[in-house]
């Protein structure tokens, strides 16, 4: 507890983007094999110094097969909400939940970085007795205490029950319990996103534990019984007011990324698959006359490839889908960056009008077919997946790692963790910075970042920037 807001809060994005860049990033390592702990990373991002661009901090969890996926920090800016009643707690501890096993570990990062280490360890049956929820996701700090998105329900394979939110105190990091208290027609779940003056909460879908934790199963997405739906929430009521069907062929329907601003009642999801094209596509949804609305913005073709260079899931496809698997969002509301992890591509797009994205700029890497080099020479296997962007906006940090099992359909020949960056124009445009490649330890791959201080996916802010 401090004595006044904690400096990393901003009570608007403007404030956040002129804040101090970040210093260090930090990483989820996962053991695909479940052969040794995952573990957290955490690297040195300082330009010139000695150490820029490696890890310079390790902490390895003491139990094996818990699966990272997702993590957060236990507060953020949105402590700052009138409605809130921690605004002088620090953003100090990392959240993170083990999505195979349901453990969450807290990390302490105070007094420096570098000596991170484990604080509390939530143990599943915890989270079982208290919520009836399994497999924890996405963290968010909110105004109230952490919220922890959920991919399954009761019993052991999740199904007992439809999967939801559930809060910790942000304090003693006790579950709390349930989040909703009518969720309507919701039944699957991903992640979830809010804007706090306006009372609202918005949620995605991606599928059931059978669905994923195996791989995909090519019979129920071609049968179309993946995510493919939008959840409108009254925030305070805790009751779903609204839901939107985006179709049954554009399955799952993954991250959320709603404005920054407040004042701007608008967002976007992406879509991984079009069963009927492979294509993938950018949604945005906004709210008018009282109710939300969604339509689809903007769509990435899959590309044509030989059969010898697909993978066995693909070869009667004859195309690369892009799957887009993240998508993120710059602090100042104008440029969504989409990772398409099948076919190697980071895309911007200049989205300052959010229903007609323009594409503002490309770098291929990786990919499934066509297996892009670093422009150090290095090679990158698999395609960017999880992304995170700088507060001001310069940066564009991404790993590639999607997910264990699907990891290996999609990319059977191996798939070493590593993370890049790219730098970007004042006007748009990115580059991949040659000085800027971390390689992981041998047998880990890399999943999720989250940046020092803060970063655009994980505040929410509740004043308007001028």
């Not at 918005?202 to 019984?225: M, R």
């Not at 799952?252 to 976007?268: I, N, S, T």
């Not at 748009?428 to 490649?437: A, H, I, N, P, V």
Request: aromatic share 10%.
């Amino acid at each position: 507890m401090t004595m006044r807001p904690d400096p990393t809060f901003h009570a608007s994005p403007r404030l956040a983007m002129e804040a101090p860049a970040e210093n260090f990033a930090y990483t989820l390592l996962l053991s695909p094999d479940f052969s040794k702990p995952d573990a957290l990373a955490v690297i040195d991002v300082k330009p010139g110094s000695p150490t820029y661009s490696q890890i310079v901090h390790t902490v390895t969890m003491p139990n094996k097969g818990d699966e990272f996926h997702h993590f957060g920090w236990n507060a953020c800016s949105s402590a700052l909400s009138p409605l809130a009643g921690h605004a002088f707690i620090e953003r100090r501890y990392l959240i993170i939940p083990g999505i195979r096993s349901s453990r969450i570990y807290v990390i302490d990062t105070k007094p420096d970085p570098t000596k991170a280490k484990i604080h509390k360890v939530i143990e599943p049956e915890e989270i079982f007795k208290k919520t009836g929820y399994s497999r924890p996701h996405t963290i968010h700090c909110g105004p109230d205490g952490i919220y922890v998105s959920t991919l399954g329900g009761g019993g052991k394979d999740g199904t007992n029950g439809p999967p939801g939110v559930f809060i910790m105190d942000c304090e003693t990091f006790e579950v709390l319990g349930r989040w909703e208290i009518d969720r309507g027609p919701q039944t699957l779940h991903y992640d979830f996103w809010w804007n706090l003056p306006r009372d609202y909460m918005v949620t995605s879908e991606w599928a059931l534990p059978p669905q994923f934790e195996n791989g995909i199963v090519p019979e129920d997405l071609l049968a179309n019984k993946y995510g493919h739906r939008l959840h409108f929430w009254d925030l305070r009521a805790r009751r779903n007011v609204q839901t939107i069907d985006l179709g049954a062929n554009h399955q799952m329907a993954l991250e959320v990324r709603p404005a920054h601003d407040p004042v701007r009642e608008y967002g976007f999801v992406g879509v991984v698959v079009d069963t009927t094209n492979l294509e993938a596509s950018i949604w945005t949804w906004w709210r008018e006359g009282g109710k939300f609305h969604a339509e689809k913005t903007a769509t990435i073709p899959p590309e044509p490839a030989p059969k010898e260079n697909l993978p066995p899931l693909l070869q009667g496809f004859g195309a690369v889908p892009p799957l887009v698997t993240d998508i993120d969002l710059s602090m100042d509301d104008r440029f969504l960056y989409v990772s398409c992890w099948g076919t190697g591509e980071m895309r911007q797009y200049d989205v300052t009008d959010p229903r007609k994205p323009k594409l503002a700029g490309s770098v291929h890497i990786g990919g499934i077919a066509r297996r892009t080099a670093h422009p150090n020479g290095k090679s990158f296997a698999a395609g960017p997946q999880m992304v995170e962007i700088s507060r001001d906006g310069r940066r564009v940090y991404w790993t590639n790692s999607l997910y264990s099992t699907w990891d290996d359909q999609f990319y059977p020949d191996g798939v070493p963790g590593v993370e890049v960056m790219a730098n970007v124009g004042r006007n748009g445009g990115l580059e991949l910075d040659k000085d800027y490649f971390v390689s992981f330890p041998d047998g880990y791959r890399a999943h999720q970042i989250r940046l020092e201080g803060g970063d655009c996916s994980t505040d929410s802010f509740c004043y308007p920037s001028v």
